[in-house]
């Protein structure tokens, strides 16, 4: 079962950031942190992970809190591509993900 | 590089038939998962390779399916017989070793539906 808890959707505008919450209360202290997103009839693509520092790459940032009880994957300008299905993942095993149903995220222009 | 390919895209069979699913991972990379969305679920683990090895496959839903990674390369998924509930869509993604934190390559799936 998924470790994570999320809303079922979001909207945003259009050039807006978009801030995806994610709970992860139980997660233990050397289980990462993952962001996936799968964008309509594509497989699911990585976006980025963490452990315990925030951390931010070309796509997207990640801020965890201190506790690591919970977490924010944050699209910085969001486009109409960003629209997608965006999976918080908190990886109890380096070779399985645990998908949940992920949060919903529609950009509207 | 090339991405994680699979084929067929979709596949229609009938109830009883045998399907096979295949995937050919990026090239150099030793970890292949296949994983699976049937309909209104989540996406799950199905089974990993290391290599030609399968180093976990307890995702397996029963012995109708098997798995198979020949010389470490492609992989093939065959369902035999078929049932209406395997109708799903059916993801092959794929690592290098020494680099899985970073996430794996995600195939663009095979739709594949049973009537």
């Known amino acids: 079962d998924a470790k994570t808890t999320q809303p079922p959707s979001m909207d945003c505008a259009e050039g807006r950031a978009a801030n995806l919450p994610c709970n992860h209360s139980?997660?233990?202290?050397?289980?990462?942190v993952y962001w996936y997103r799968q964008i309509h009839s594509q497989g699911p693509q990585y976006i980025i992970h963490g452990l315990k520092n925030n951390e931010t790459n070309e796509m997207a940032s990640l801020i965890i809190t201190e506790d690591r009880k919970s977490s924010t994957l944050i699209l910085p300008h969001a486009t109409l591509r960003d629209t997608a299905v965006y999976y918080c993942i908190v990886r109890v095993a380096i070779d399985k993900l645990v998908f949940g149903a992920g949060t919903i995220l529609r950009v509207k222009s | 590089e090339a991405g994680v390919t699979q084929f067929p895209s979709h596949s229609v069979i009938e109830k009883g038939q045998t399907v096979t699913l295949r995937c050919d991972p990026i090239s150099g990379h030793d970890n292949l998962y296949w994983y699976r969305r049937v309909m209104g679920k989540e996406i799950k683990f199905l089974l990993h390779?290391?290599?030609?090895?399968?180093?976990?496959e307890s995702g397996m839903p029963n012995n109708r399916f098997l798995a198979e990674r020949t010389g470490g390369t492609y992989s093939t998924l065959k369902v035999q017989p078929a049932e209406l509930e395997d109708s799903g869509v059916y993801f092959c993604?794929?690592?290098?070793?020494?680099?899985?934190?970073?996430?794996?390559?995600f195939g663009s799936g095979t739709r594949l539906t049973v009537v």
């Open positions: 390779f290391v290599k030609e090895s399968k180093q976990d």
């Open positions: 993604a794929s690592s290098q070793e020494g680099r899985k934190y970073y996430g794996y390559t």
């Open positions: 139980t997660i233990s202290g050397n289980e990462y």
